[in-house]
């Protein structure tokens, strides 16, 4: 199917239809080539509404799920956010079009040159990745505007709240190895606010304040 249309079905029957309103968010769909992140043997189901699997034990996550990650971030124009797992790179692209600066960390280095690469043949130039450990957060840069987590963790690593600005927003996959709930997590004056977005189930955040290594 051609990639555009394949982009409007994904984003009318996945998104739009599951409760995905923010006009700057679904734009942001439809422009980026997800077929773009996923080898040529999976481009044919690049627009389905599944994870992929991305080589390394890894996966990029199902459309509605990254968007829904991205939507409850709530990225304005000029924010700079931090996304922890690069993996194929599709996430920090949709963010790309959203703010102003997207720092992204994996722990896998060829994942990380691979998701590069296709950032530079798109021209998406906001997006730094490095490799490291994503659950120590990116001193160097904060405060941040929103951080994003996309592997599961066993708990919200304290240091990623103290690297957001006030009115930051921490999104986040917490509970057990196979199961976790996402969570949003604002820094507010008086403190922290908990919410509850869901469901969800992914690869494990592995590091120092994360699953262990
Ligand atoms: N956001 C990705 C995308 O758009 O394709 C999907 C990410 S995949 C579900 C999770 C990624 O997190 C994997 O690439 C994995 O190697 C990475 N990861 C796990 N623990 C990490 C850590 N401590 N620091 C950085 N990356 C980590």
Not at 2 to 23: F, H, S, T, Y
Not at 53 to 71: D, E, F, K, N
Not at 154 to 178: A, C, K, M, N
């Amino acid at each position: 199917m051609d990639p555009v249309l394949a982009r409007q079905n994904m984003v009318k029957e996945q998104l739009r239809e599951r409760g995905i309103n923010d006009p700057r968010v679904l734009a942001s769909f439809l422009e980026v080539p997800r077929h773009k992140f996923v080898e040529d043997y999976l481009k044919y189901k690049a627009y389905e509404d599944y994870p992929l699997t991305i080589g390394y034990g890894q996966t990029i996550s199902q459309p509605y799920m990254v968007a829904l990650m991205t939507q409850s971030l709530m990225p304005q124009a000029g924010d700079k956010v931090l996304e922890i797992g690069t993996g194929s790179g599709y996430q920090a692209a949709i963010l790309s079009k959203l703010c102003r600066a997207v720092h992204s960390i994996e722990r896998i280095s060829a994942l990380a040159s691979r998701a590069r690469k296709i950032h530079d043949e798109l021209r998406y130039y906001n997006i730094y990745i490095r490799i490291g450990d994503g659950t120590q957060g990116f001193p160097k840069e904060a405060p941040f505007e929103g951080i994003i987590v996309t592997a599961g963790a066993p708990h919200v690593p304290e240091v990623l709240i103290d690297q957001l600005g006030v009115g930051g927003r921490l999104i986040i996959p917490v509970g057990s190895e196979t199961l976790q709930e996402l969570k949003r997590i604002t820094k507010t004056k008086e403190g922290v606010v908990e919410e509850s977005l869901g469901g969800c189930r992914f690869v494990k955040l592995i590091g120092k304040n994360g699953w262990g290594t």
